[in-house]
């Protein structure tokens, strides 16, 4: 029978001793005579110690741990840490995959308490000449400064090495070579129009609703039925999934008549299912190229099967990724000004921003600097503009199209 993944190395009993063991990475451990609760106590610590470590042994050699040993040790705890409520890795994964290759790279072989702050400043170098920009250097040279606390707390560094790291600041704006990003600003909407010949009504609705509610490109890609309340004038979306979920805060989206509009056509059949896919948006685009075709369908053409196993096959949801790319796509096709979907939701801020105040804003994007007090505050104010918008608010206030 195979063994479990999840069984604990058993306590057992020594034979030629008497005295009670375990076996753990393949190393015998005795506990002292077999039954008695000071053998049952030392193997519990030992077995916890165990775990803590990942299902292996505290390094005790901390001087002999090399960098590869190091980062792969990290790599698997990262795989475990860094997942999602769904069970999906993070984006954070990929992030410490990049910070983690120059290391690899440079320093593989060596030892890890060799590594100081003159080898980290030459991994930061290694970054400026790849061309990354400044902040972008300072985040890869925090997760390499995480990757060493990690680990001094799992024992297979001495402390005096994180330390050191530490005394290593970030890189200041116009002190370094590195290359400065513009901040992220709103993008036209009359740029935004642009592209709508070229994407697919499923994308042109995720764009439609974060300019109307200043959602992150994440949470509208994630949305379904299930999790919309469609109660009352608002319809109120608590994406399962976001920014900050893993801290315990809540996120809710409200969804107005306009983008109820928007989303009803899409709220049909399994409402476990994600709004938005990318499998429908093929048919669609299949159908309309059919009905667009001037010639007729040949016989050979008529004959032709769907492969039974593609290489690549649409998926039931759009990720923050193919969202992304399916907009570049259409600013190439479309060859006007390049934005993101990032973007978007800055537009949104913007108008949120000018019309309501900084505070409303904050509730709506989901920020948490503003206070209790305020939080409620602006939260109920912007459930009375949403009730009150397909009446006398609009005519009082016409530019306030926009709002969903």
């Known amino acids: ?52 470590n990942g ?41 410490y995959r990049q910070a983690m290759k120059p290391l690899r790279a440079l320093y593989a072989n060596t030892p890890a308490a060799n590594f100081g702050p003159l080898a980290l400043k030459t991994v930061r170098e290694q970054f400026i000449a790849n061309g990354l920009a400044r902040k972008h250097i300072n985040q890869k040279i925090g997760r390499i400064k995480r990757i060493f606390k990690w680990g001094v707390e799992n024992e297979l560094v001495p402390p005096a090495v994180f330390q050191a790291l530490q005394t290593v600041s970030g890189l200041k704006r116009g002190r370094t070579d590195a290359k400065e990003t513009a901040p992220i600003e709103p993008v036209s909407e009359a740029i935004v129009e ?25 949470e509208v890609t994630a949305i379904r039925g299930c999790d919309i309340t469609m109660k009352g004038n608002v319809w109120e979306y ?23 509009a928007i989303l009803k056509p899409f709220l049909v059949g399994d409402l476990e299912a994600f709004v938005f896919s990318p499998r429908r948006a093929m048919e669609e685009r ?29 998926g039931e949801r759009y990720t923050s990724g193919s969202y992304g790319r399916a907009i570049a796509y259409a600013i190439k096709k479309a060859e006007c000004e390049h934005w993101s979907p990032h973007q978007l939701r800055h537009t949104a801020a913007t108008k949120i921003r000018d019309q309501f105040g900084l505070e ?21 104010l912007w459930m009375r503009i949403f009730e009150n918008q397909a009446a006398s608010l609009v005519v009082f206030i016409p530019s306030m199209n926009w709002i969903p």
């Open 286 to 314: 299949n159908t309309k190229r059919r009905e667009s075709r001037r010639t007729p369908m040949t016989p050979s053409q008529a004959k032709r099967r769907p492969k039974r196993k593609p290489q690549r096959t649409p």
């Open 238 to 260: 608590r994406p399962p999934f976001h920014k900050t979920a893993y801290q315990g805060k809540e996120r809710t989206i409200f969804f107005g008549p306009q983008a109820q």
């Open 1 to 52: 029978m195979p063994k479990l993944a999840n069984s604990l190395p058993k306590y057992r009993r020594h034979k030629a001793s008497g005295q009670a063991i375990v076996t753990l990475d393949g190393k015998d451990f005795y506990l002292g005579t077999y039954g008695t609760k000071s053998s049952k106590v030392e193997y519990d610590r030992l077995i916890a110690e165990w775990l803590a």
């Open 194 to 218: 642009a592209v709508k010949p070229y994407v697919a009504s499923e994308v042109w609705s995720m764009i439609q609703l974060q300019l109307l509610t200043g959602m992150r490109s994440g």
């Open 55 to 95: 299902r292996r042994l505290p390094q005790v050699d901390q001087v002999s741990t090399s960098m590869e040993e190091l980062l792969a040790a990290y790599w698997k705890h990262a795989e475990r840490y860094y997942v999602g409520l769904d069970g999906k890795p993070t984006n954070e994964l990929a992030s």
């Open 360 to 380: 409303a804003a904050q509730v709506i994007l989901g920020h948490s600097r503003a206070d209790v007090t305020q939080m409620r505050y602006c939260k109920n």
